[in-house]
């Protein structure tokens, strides 16, 4: 099982992030959980310096801005 993680205070871009997770998640046919990380501590916690924000199971792999769902498949594969 994949563990996605979307950190983010819940804004637009946050929003589009976790959609294009959860679709690229689907395309590759993962078996997969998403969970939405919006407690402002718990992201500082994680070393994320600005939002959003991609951890693939407990991995930081991008933050401050939304890749395209390609771009996702990739760190996801």
């Known amino acids: 099982m994949t563990r996605i993680q979307v950190f983010g205070p819940g804004c637009q871009k946050c929003k589009v992030l976790a959609d294009r997770a959860e679709q690229a998640a689907r ?5 997969y959980e ?4 919006t407690d402002l501590n718990q992201i ?12 693939v199971n407990g991995a930081i792999k991008f933050y401050g801005h ?9 760190m996801l594969a």
């Open 66 to 74: 939304v890749p395209g769902v390609e771009r996702i498949k990739e």
């Open 34 to 37: 998403i969970e939405k990380v």
């Open 27 to 31: 395309e590759l046919g993962l078996e």
């Open 44 to 55: 500082i916690a994680s070393g994320i310096m600005a939002t959003p924000a991609l951890a």
